[in-house]
């Protein structure tokens, strides 16, 4: 990247004093300097933006590769007439209306890369009355199940084995598909009474979105809802490769800090925080037009403070501010905390952050045309006083959004305990964040990510919430992520 940024420069002052004449079959045409030094960082531009997919496909294949792995520890050896019994299934394609009798059938897209078409799936899963039993809200539910997977174009099937597990508010698990051609794919699920969403990937690297159901009406409704879908923009907010552009022209720039607590010291050690952080860190800095994005690690009060202020001293008026908490939090006689890493367990020390000291601190020195404080800790809430669009529709509505004013709040939860993993090593909350940024090719608004992390936690105990700060200067408009 650096030698084409110093092949751009050399050819910026070469042009100053050299009059170059090629001939009309030459990729450099007869154009002027501005022309030239335009179209050679458009071919710097687009570089990127290949390398950028090509690295989001490369991780997609290893997080199937490692979750494959991971199943050798649970999907058990069928016995022959099993084996028997699913190759004959895989021989013959069978519509969506067509599947059997069974405990859950499910609906799926496979979503895009570059030029490529979305691929519809439709399959259903039995019980396996032979593994162990799992109780979740006063129900019983068998931890394994298999079955199969059909696309709808008819290029391909699959054998499923899913794994259930129990937790907190409901079930959630993982799902392993082997298709014909040795293509793969896996996912991780949250399932609430007789729903489940979930996401994964192929092994070619593409995202893999999928809903569950008890009843097969459902599934053939969510299928139609997909390819419905898909043509304009995508269930989870994002737009598919098939969208025209959307030409958005911000004021400033975009920034963010990011921290995540999981090794506390005397607190109970988590599992999300950190591996939310690092995530939303490398999609902001890869997909989308974030100038800079701070991560604080295990942080302690000083630190934090210390990269607030280090934030503070490099935004202007008309900046995009996003910062993000995942960790402990608390609350005292009606006042509300975030718990640094090395903060007591006890209240009374000190070191416990204020969330009236983060908003005193916000309102002061950070400065912004946008701001979007998102906390997924235990009882977080703050005083609150204070139709689908063609892309040409879009862009302008978009741009006044961008253009206004906005200052928002984002939680997990309110006054309540919000849960450490469900998806892959993340929270729910930070899980459902990260796929609206990922299968986002265009510009999301904020309202549709709160939208989409809402969904994500129906059915379970803690409810998240978006909302504008009147007082803190909201003026009715959105944060917008803009992928490059």
Not at 339 to 349: A, L, Q, R, S, T
Not at 391 to 399: A, L, M, P, R, V
Request: proline fraction near 2%; charge should be positive; include cysteine.
């Amino acid at each position: 990247m650096q030698y084409l940024k110093n092949i751009i420069i050399a050819l910026t002052i070469l042009l100053g004093f050299i009059t170059f004449a090629q001939s009309e079959n030459s990729w450099i045409k007869k154009k002027d300097k501005t022309d030239l030094v335009g179209k050679v960082k458009k071919v710097e531009k687009e570089k990127t933006t290949s390398w950028i997919k090509k690295k989001e496909v490369k991780e997609n294949k290893k997080k199937v590769k490692e979750k494959i792995k991971e199943s050798k520890s649970w999907i058990t050896k069928k016995s022959k007439e099993k084996v028997k019994e699913i190759k004959e299934k895989l021989k013959k394609h069978k519509k969506i209306e067509d599947l059997p009798k069974a405990d859950f059938y499910f609906a799926a897209i496979i979503k895009p890369i570059d030029n490529e078409k979305p691929v519809y799936v439709y399959g259903y899963v039995k019980s396996d009355k032979n593994s162990e039993l799992i109780e979740s809200n006063g129900k019983s539910f068998y931890s394994l199940s298999n079955g199969i997977a059909y696309y709808e174009n008819k290029k391909n099937r699959c054998e499923v084995d899913s794994l259930l597990t129990a937790r907190r508010s409901g079930l959630s698990g993982d799902v392993i598909l082997n298709c014909k051609g040795n293509l793969k794919m896996s996912g991780g699920f949250v399932q609430v009474g007789s729903i489940g969403r979930g996401f994964g990937e192929t092994s070619d690297g593409n995202i893999v979105e999928f809903e569950f159901f008890n009843n097969k009406d459902a599934a053939v409704a969510k299928l139609d809802l997909y390819k419905n879908d898909s043509a304009t923009i995508t269930v989870d907010g994002g737009t598919n490769t098939t969208d025209p552009k959307i030409d958005l022209k911000p004021s400033g720039k975009y920034y963010a800090l990011l921290i995540g607590n999981s090794s506390y010291a005397n607190w109970t050690k988590l599992t999300s925080p950190v591996n939310d952080v690092n995530e939303i860190g490398k999609i902001l800095k890869n997909k989308y037009k974030f100038e800079n994005v701070f991560v604080v690690k295990d942080g302690n009060r000083k630190e934090i403070f210390k990269k607030l202020k280090k934030l503070s001293e490099i935004t202007t008026d008309n900046d995009y501010v996003l910062i993000y908490y995942s960790g402990h939090g608390d609350e005292r006689a009606n006042q509300r905390y975030w718990i640094p890493v090395d903060g007591e367990k006890d209240f009374g020390y000190g070191d416990w952050i204020n969330i009236n000291d983060i908003q005193v601190f916000i309102q002061r020195e950070i400065s912004n045309r946008h701001l979007v404080m998102m906390s997924d800790s235990c009882y977080f809430a703050m005083d609150t006083k204070g139709n689908q669009l063609k892309s040409d529709k879009k862009s302008e509505s978009y741009q006044k959004l961008l253009n206004r004013r906005a200052v928002m709040i984002v939680g997990s939860g309110s006054n309540e305990p919000v849960e450490d993993t469900s998806q892959d090593k993340h929270s729910m909350f930070g899980f459902s964040f990260i796929q609206s940024l990922k299968n986002n090719n265009t510009a999301i608004r904020m309202r549709d990510v709160v939208e989409n992390i809402i969904l994500a936690h129906s059915g379970m105990q803690q409810q998240p919430y978006g909302i504008g700060i009147g007082a803190w200067g909201h003026g009715g408009g959105d944060f917008i992520f803009i992928a490059r």
